[in-house]
């Protein structure tokens, strides 16, 4: 494929419900991170996978927040009862591997999600 | 942890200026360092990179930035901006952690006026 996909681009939902975000990788990169893009917090780290070891969640912000990538390529990141302040950009990456020091990632459009 | 600021949160230069974003960051170990840029309506892509040698580093478009160790610093320049260049500019590291995540300062918004 060309690049990291992101589905949907845009996504308005009101308080409460839960939301799913898709991302596609690009072919045979072994890495996948997730990024928020926030008005008050900048760019910050979520969550990232390395091939089928279990992820790093550390920069997930509370539990209503989880992701998963299913054999290894597609990426979901899922936000349950969501709330205003999740309004943010979600921006996938994805890198040949994260084991290894300084590999460039490659980011997706994002998908912009508002929570009315 | 390790943590990166963009002092000039909004920079306007005529065509032809010269440019300078600065970048600092916090972190006791060895980096690795990145400007990505953000076109108007398109995804972050990567300017450059330094991970070791030369602490001069070249990029595309003209773009170059300067590791310096002793300051914690890794400033972007160009020496002639164009009106192209109007774009959000993020500077990032990652201090060889476990999966390399990226920790990025608050970004600097360049506009560039004809």
Known sequence: GAGVSQSPSNKVTE??????????PISG?????????????????????QGNSAPDKSGLPSDRFSAERTGGSVSTLTIQRTQQEDSAVYLCASSPSALATGNEQFFGPGTRLTVL | AQSVSQHNHHVILSEAASLELGCNYSYGGTVNLFWYVQY??????????????????????????????SK????????????SDTAEYFCA????????????????RLMVKP
Request: aromatic share 16%; proline share 3%.
């Open chain 1, 29 to 49: 990169h072994t890495a996948l991170y997730w990024y928020r893009q926030s008005l008050g917090q900048g760019l910050e780290f979520l969550i990232y996978f």
């Open chain 2, 40 to 69: 108007p309506g398109q995804h972050l892509q990567l300017l450059l990179k330094y991970f070791s040698g030369d602490p001069l580093v070249k990029g595309i478009k003209g773009f170059e930035a300067e590791f310096i160790k």
């Open chain 2, 72 to 83: 914690f610093s890794f400033n972007l320049r160009k020496p002639s901006v164009q009106w």
């Open chain 1, 15 to 24: 308080k409460g419900k839960d939301v799913e975000l898709r991302c596609d």
């Open chain 2, 93 to 108: 590291v990652n201090g060889n952690n476990a999966g390399n995540m990226l920790t990025f300062g608050g970004g600097t």
